[in-house]
């Protein structure tokens, strides 16, 4: 079966600081590909970004970076130097090897205060 | 504009009436799913099309729910004798093929049912 778990369901910062949102996931295939989603108080997803089970080299884009660890299953996202903009809720998505599927976490809602 | 639009953006309607939603994807995506996401949860997959052929359903679709993409083009979701727990976010989105690329959605279409 596949599975996300994002265990934070509320993450609160002030600004500047530094937060990491967590992501677990469960699947018996050997491709998957793991995905970061925002979601803004508009309500429209915006994808971050996209990692195949077979790259585990770390990605950063800006204050943006993702730690994928396979041996612990977990895809974590960290916010460098946060800002209000950065409010949203986060959602992290597996895809499995059939493609047919995007299976999300129930979200991780990161506010961040001025 | 050329983003996954959706129509209507709200919908409020009384128990036991029927319901349609319209998705237009990005033109040249061949994969167009539909998802549903109630409050404080992720989104949860119903259905996806390839083309105009829809491949895989959802348990979550009962049998007042229908989904088509007549040509290939855009969809429509209908739901038949809305119930009040039909009340949700319905979110399209499409893609370019089974594991191009990301997801992308369009701003959804909620529903009330009273």
């Known amino acids: 079966a596949q599975k996300v778990t994002q265990a934070q369901t509320e993450i609160s910062v002030v600004e500047k600081e530094d937060v990491t949102l967590d992501c677990v996931y469960e699947?018996?295939?050997?491709?998957?590909?793991l995905f970061w989603y925002k979601q803004p108080p508009s309500g429209e997803l915006v994808f971050l970004i996209r990692r195949n089970s077979f790259d585990e080299q770390n990605e950063i884009s800006g204050r943006y970076s993702w730690n994928f660890q396979k041996s612990t299953s977990s895809f974590n996202f960290t916010i460098t130097a946060s800002q209000v903009v950065d409010s949203a809720v986060y959602f992290c998505?597996?895809?499995?090897?059939?493609?047919?599927?995007?299976?999300f976490g129930t979200g991780t809602s990161l506010t961040v205060i001025p | 504009d050329t983003g996954v639009s959706q129509d209507p953006r709200h919908k409020i309607t009384k128990r036991g009436q029927n319901v349609t939603f319209r998705c237009d994807p990005i033109?040249?995506?061949?994969?167009l799913y539909w998802y549903r996401q109630t409050l404080g949860q992720g989104p949860e997959f119903l259905t996806y099309f390839q083309n105009e052929a829809q491949l895989e359903k959802s348990r979550l679709l009962s049998d007042r729910f229908s989904a088509e993409r007549p040509k290939g083009s855009f969809s429509t979701l209908e739901i038949q004798r809305t119930e009040q727990g039909d009340s949700a976010m319905y979110l399209c989105?499409?893609?370019?093929?089974?594991?191009?690329?990301?997801?992308?959605f369009g701003e959804g279409s909620r529903l009330t049912v009273l």
């Open positions: 998505a597996l895809m499995g090897d059939t493609g047919n599927q995007f299976y």
């Open positions: 989105a499409s893609s370019l093929g089974p594991t191009t690329g990301e997801l992308f």
């Open positions: 699947t018996r295939d050997t491709t998957y590909y």
């Open positions: 033109s040249e995506h061949n994969r």
